[in-house]
């Protein structure tokens, strides 16, 4: 038969990433794609551990049903480590997600009509493109410097556009670009939100992988009026694949992101959450995310090391103080799908900048994630993918 | 701040079930108001079994992130399941879902423009009204007899209507109702689907928990054109607190609800379907599903015994061969809030049956559930309701 499909899905396109993700799976691939953890680190023991007690102790409560906005001694636990970015909040502000792609699709549920405008940084998170695009909003990208994203242009966008609903941003170690927001950009935003009324979005999956200096506040730490919506998860503090995160957010808010989760999945998974809420308990985390620091540091260390070695000097790229991703900017003719095509002949494989721009991609960009790969596979993806940057220029 | 929302906020109300689920956890509650499983069957020791040899053997897959479609292995076994309800489908025609709610946002979301139309039985699963409502569709609500949707009412229907996007219908044992579609009816759907070029949805979380009879062909084993989309879980033959579900779609359909679930939440939980995946190797599911069932008819009779002895004449209730629900008819005068809120004074629990209506509710029902309640709890409880419904008639 022929189906119809609703008007959003004309806006929705697969994944880049996850299209790359079945092709990188292979062994023979060495694959700067993905933004994965590095496996040999995950804590299987304790997980295994807390998994045991949490079954021992509680099956009947860990396999049934729970209440929508999520456990609540694993709540707490996030007001615990929200001090860590400077935030106070109580528990009741905290829903627990399923990752927090689900907080990005819920904010755009909540606030977003066809045709509204959301505010991004210019490059910003594919999975936040195609999140909030299911609900047909415009973008209006906002360039950034090495502080963040440039404030007078931001202004300018609040000043000469009426339907804004809300301003998406990654202040640390942003994906894709791996920049930093300075404290000031992360006042100012704050006061421009203030100025012209308007919802601040933070994405924050990275901000604890910082390689120098202090974990700056968040910039719900300078909210003074609830309108910044905190998301955060645990997929790169500790794994994935278990798929769990959290928004924060003003009371009335959160009540309409419930209302949202319970007609979205009902609640994030009961034993999952007292998996991770167990596994808090017997297990530092703060440690462990030391060591993974440590491990992230040299990587991202090693690949631009061997990239100033083995690219060409017209490729420029970002050097990111923590988090997983360094940017790569090509020479304005050169197109890294392109290339990509290529380097994926020589079992290399990254993503091509162009999908995350949601309006005017610029396609001589590329991502590099140092997070997954081991030194010896750093280097010689590195140089492969020069030798290939070297034949197209 | 004053928060403006988008417009399909206002046609997202809090779920009825889900804000009793809290009231009703208090233990001195009889609770008759959730769909919870009898936690006293959950399979506690096999799946911690299953849970430590997936994390012994391979714990860094099952951390890491996985494929948006799902875990093959479990794909592939859902594949077998399906053959129960008599249904072939090949692996590529699945995608695992956190939970079926899950697979009822999708539909909605790939199909539904604001001022379509969905066609469902009347009464329908609450859970199912609120996740449609998010995309703004209109309803018309089809009378069901003891064959299920009267299909007269529902030709009509789609004759008069031209944005008619889907039929969602629960063949089995249907929430609230406890009703059961005949084969013929089932036919019958297809064929009219088949003339009016409309898709179906089938939500099947009961269909394999029957206490009399055969399990009959879901309706997706007529459909020879892909135009039914069948919604399955593991919720209610294992546990809910996981949250897996499946979708089962032509695919070209699945594709686009793969590409909703990237943007959603990326994938659903690697180890939760690595666990349950081995969960099914080491386990005899169709035993612990005989167990259910022997439980489940107990406690059916039990309930609708008392009901017989307790509750005044005037008032009317189905006879479910099957499934978690029966569905309870008062007086027209009656309204079953009122009954609810008294009742609860008595400490039991119920849920009033007008937010299972989308458009006109009848306000003079309610559904009770008997498969969470002990036997001396089911009795104590229809005792208690009895008379407080003797007082109010």
Request: glycine share 6%; aromatic share 10%.
């Amino acid at each position: 038969m022929n189906f119809n499909y609703a008007k959003r899905m004309d806006n929705i396109k697969a994944s880049e990433i996850r299209e790359l993700l079945k092709l990188t799976q292979m062994p023979e691939v060495i694959s700067f794609a993905g933004g994965m953890p590095a496996p040999e680190l995950f804590p299987v023991e304790a997980f295994k551990k807390a998994s045991k007690e949490v079954l021992n102790e509680n099956g009947e409560i860990a396999l049934q049903y729970g209440p929508t906005e999520g456990y609540e001694p694993l709540k707490k636990k996030i007001v615990e480590r929200m001090k860590k970015v400077y935030v106070d909040a109580t528990s009741d502000q905290i829903l627990i997600t399923s990752g927090s792609q689900q907080g990005l699709d819920f904010v755009a549920k909540v606030f977003i009509d066809p045709g509204d405008l959301i505010i991004c940084e210019s490059p910003t998170y594919l999975g936040a493109i195609n999140a909030f695009k299911a609900y047909e909003p415009e973008f209006v990208e906002i360039e950034t410097d090495d502080d963040g994203m440039v404030m007078e242009d931001l202004e300018e966008a609040l000043r000469t556009n009426n339907n804004v609903r809300f301003i998406y941003v990654i202040p640390d170690f942003q994906n894709p670009s791996g920049k930093t927001w300075s404290i000031e950009r992360r006042k100012k935003l704050i006061e421009l939100a203030n100025k012209y009324n308007i919802i601040i979005v933070e994405d924050n999956p990275y901000g604890e992988l910082l390689f120098e200096g202090e974990i700056r506040p968040a910039i719900k730490h300078y909210d003074t009026e609830g309108r910044v919506i905190f998301l955060g998860t645990f997929s790169k503090i500790l794994c994935p694949g278990i798929r769990l995160g959290w928004a924060v957010a003003e009371e009335e808010v959160l009540s309409k992101l419930i209302m949202v989760k319970q007609g979205a999945d009902l609640q994030s998974s009961t034993v999952s959450q007292m998996q991770i809420d167990r596994f808090l308990e017997i297990y530092d985390i703060e440690e462990h995310i030391e060591k993974i620091k440590a491990l992230y540091k040299n990587r991202r260390d090693l690949m631009l090391k061997t990239m100033e070695e083995e690219f060409p000097e017209e490729v420029q790229y970002t050097y990111p103080k923590g988090g997983l991703f360094t940017w790569v900017i090509l020479p304005e003719h050169i197109s890294a799908r392109d290339l990509a095509a290529k380097a994926l002949e020589k079992n290399v494989a990254f993503v091509p900048g162009g999908s995350f721009f949601p309006n005017e991609a610029r396609e001589n960009t590329f991502r590099m994630n140092y997070s997954n790969m081991d030194d010896d596979r750093i280097v010689e993806g590195v140089k492969r993918l020069g030798e290939v940057i070297k034949k197209i220029l």
